[in-house]
């Protein structure tokens, strides 16, 4: 089993601007509600060529990340076909190793994996992406003095491991799922933007 993606994580939470959960400190408000999307710019899993998709998360996040105990909800771009949405799913359920089984430790309860439509658009440090009718975001990153964007690197609990995050606010976050018990509608608010490139376990 392996895999070799690499592409653009876009990710925002209800915590205050940084996410404690990145540094291993509980979140804001006693627990976290989430959404990330892994923009796949090109890759493979198994095999199966997975380059132009994406597969998203939702989730509830009880307390102190680190301690687990996750409740999540996987989509799957409905522009798969059933081989790859078939790879996306057990990409992010921890079957095929490496980095995302190392996540997936974390998640006490998967309570659905479902295909929806999921659009994005990052350009000039920004980013944007909607999971159908359930999550809508709207992402800008911090800037230094010089205008690079402002990083986070060798933290405690990442959702790129190896690679630096790039510190953001979320101007709009949305997040309406009934099967985790979630409906948001946020300014200001966390979010990560990142480049991610995950090789095949041993690789």
Known sequence: MGYRIEGDLLEVCDCKVLCPCWIGEDPDNGSCQT???Y?????????????????????????????????????????????????????????????FADMARLVGETVGVERAPIDYTIAKGSGRFSIGEVVE???????????RVTTLNESIF???????AYVGKAERFTMREPALGIDLDLRGHNAIQGVFRFEPPGG
Do not use: C, W
Not at 53 to 65: D, E, F, K, R
Not at 137 to 147: K, N
Not at 158 to 164: D, K, L, N, Q, V
């Open 35 to 37: 959404a990330l999307a």
């Open 39 to 99: 923009v796949i710019r090109v890759g493979e899993i198994d095999g199966v060529d997975v380059g132009g998709l994406v597969v998203a998360v939702t989730a509830h996040i009880p307390g102190n990340i680190l301690d687990g105990g996750f409740r999540q909800k996987i989509y799957v771009d409905a522009r798969a076909d059933d081989a790859q949405a078939e790879a996306l799913a057990d990409l992010m359920l921890g079957r095929r190793g490496g980095p």
């Open 137 to 147: 975001a709207e992402m800008v990153p911090y800037r230094g003095a010089s205008g």
């Open 158 to 164: 990442s959702t790129i491991p190896g690679s630096p």
